[in-house]
């Protein structure tokens, strides 16, 4: 549970400032019968968010929806906050390496899932805070 905080203090060490955290969706596992161990995970995740957010890194967190295996078409929905829904893992990874080249694109927590918007576009969009990448 204290592997955020290792990554995030070696980072800061080795002078590395920018940082991107896959964390989860918050109404990821709503429709499920209550498990305890994935209650732990969204606690854990949720407790590396707020870790990250205390840190001087520039740091971009990413709660991505319902993890979808297949291969995708790099176009996504972004925002502050918008409607839960799948996203392929493909789709994840664009979107991470457009906001690694994003610098606008920083100390912002960023839901994600598929949608219609190139990821690089939907990157600056949220950056330049225009609402919702579609």
Excluded: C
């Excluded at 290792?6 to 498990?35: E, H, N, Y």
């Excluded at 305890?36 to 969204?42: D, V």
């Excluded at 993890?67 to 991470?96: K, M, Q, T, W």
Aim: proline content about 6%; cysteine-free; hydrophobic content about 40%.
């Amino acid at each position: 549970g204290r592997g955020l905080e290792k990554a995030a203090q070696a980072a800061a060490k080795a002078g590395i400032s920018r940082f991107v955290l896959v964390s989860v969706f918050p109404d990821a596992g709503r429709s499920r019968t209550p498990d305890p161990s994935f209650e732990h995970y969204m606690a854990v995740k949720k407790s590396a968010d707020v870790y990250l957010t205390h840190t001087d890194l520039d740091w971009v967190i990413v709660r991505p929806g319902t993890l979808r295996d297949e291969p995708s078409d790099g176009l996504v929905n972004a925002g502050l906050a918008i409607e839960y829904g799948d996203v392929h893992r493909d789709n994840v990874a664009a979107f991470i390496d457009a906001a690694l080249h994003e610098p606008g694109l920083s100390r912002m927590l960023v839901e994600l899932t598929d949608g219609s918007t190139p990821a690089a576009e939907a990157a600056r969009q949220v950056a330049a805070s225009t609402g919702p990448a579609r």
